[in-house]
């Protein structure tokens, strides 16, 4: 469910269309999603499951100044995702390993603490635009809305639309209380 | 007007389920300038049995609201990772052949939703079905469908037709 809002009406649309993405992912093993389930790889499309994506000092400026709207989320680091038309991410959980590794290896102090990823919505909800966590799915939502999404909750995205989907995730540590 | 219902007692197996013997597989029809761009045989191609449907499909037809002079039956398969993009159904065969009046399709979905299933119309999402549900839309309701799950994702459609 939506948790929160932020205000973004000074982010342009045409901004978004503006990124520069470093990374195109496919995303087709799901980050271990059906081995670690003993299930079978879909059939996808070659070129379905396919994000477009771009991170920390590769992100644009404006993916920066979103980031600081969220100071509950210690060690965030930011990402901007983008789905073409046609495009999906399938079942997936985030494990964070990037995330867990940095705190190993800088000795963080995560006591008491999770590991969590932001899902900021950069465009009000358009049809075909669509996200599931945990078997939650979202009917309505408004630019500059968020969720969370923690650690073991399946979810998968799709764009059956004719639009662009972009979002902005910002994975860091919070407290659990600070994240309700 | 988009009006939701359930059919009681659904009482599809699974075992009747597995045995669709699809025979068409076919890109779905694009409508606009925009589909053609981003949706392809690759992305957009679905299985789907009309008049070769087995008997308990065409007995779908008996089990929603008697509102209709005439009516056609289909089912479909939307594969893992295909697409029905944004368009509208006409249904100008069955116009054709039964003349003109009000149409619209009966959305009968087979199964419980699973994870990744998607169905939207008019700008309304729809998941979270039981086996049963139906969705009633109209000839110019736009709406959209797609499966980024593991599953096959079957539905029935009955399009009916009330003479003028």
């Known amino acids: 469910m939506i948790k929160g809002h932020v205000d973004l009406s000074w982010l342009d649309e045409r901004e978004l269309y503006l990124t520069k993405f470093v990374e195109e992912t496919n995303t087709i093993w799901s980050g271990g999603y059906w081995k670690d389930n003993n299930m079978a790889i879909p059939d996808y499309p070659t070129d379905g499951p396919i994000v477009l994506q771009t991170y920390d000092e590769y992100a644009p400026a404006y993916a920066q100044k979103i980031r600081e709207l969220f100071p509950q989320i210690e060690h965030s680091m930011v990402t901007v995702n983008c789905i ?16 867990n590794d940095l705190a190993k290896l800088n000795k963080w102090d995560i006591e008491g603490k999770i590991p969590v990823r932001v899902n900021v919505f950069l465009q009000d909800k358009i049809m075909g635009h669509f996200l599931e966590i945990a078997d939650y799915t979202f009917p309505e939502y408004s630019k500059g809305d968020y969720t969370y999404i923690l650690k073991d909750q399946v979810h998968c995205v799709s764009n059956v ?15 659990t209380k600070d994240i309700q | 007007m988009i009006k939701y219902g359930k059919i009681d007692n659904f009482g599809i197996t699974n075992d009747q389920m597995s045995q669709l013997n699809f025979d068409d597989y076919f890109q779905c029809y694009q409508q606009t300038p925009a589909i053609e761009q981003y949706y392809t045989e690759h992305n957009s191609s679905i299985w789907q049995m009309f008049e070769t449907s087995p008997q308990w499909v065409h007995d779908l037809a008996k089990k929603i609201p008697q509102d209709f ?35 619209h399709r009966y959305l009968i979905f087979l199964e419980d939703w699973k994870r990744g299933h998607y169905y939207e119309v008019h700008d309304q999402p729809f998941t979270k079905w039981n086996a049963g549900d139906w969705v009633k839309f109209g000839i110019d309701d736009w709406h959209i469908a797609g499966n980024m799950g593991e599953q096959p994702f079957y539905s029935a459609q009955v399009t009916v037709l009330k003479n003028d």
Request: hydrophobic residues 30%; glycine residues 10%; without cysteine.
């Open chain 1, 161 to 175: 639309s004719n639009i662009n989907r972009y979002t902005l995730q910002i994975t860091g540590y919070a407290k």
């Open chain 2, 69 to 103: 002079d005439h009516h056609v039956v289909s089912v479909i398969n939307i594969p893992p990772g295909q697409t029905i993009p944004h368009h509208v159904d006409k249904h100008f065969k069955l116009k054709q052949e039964h003349g003109e009046g009000e149409s």
């Open chain 1, 84 to 99: 073409k038309p046609g495009r999906f991410i399938g079942p997936h959980i985030d494990k964070f390993f990037r995330l």
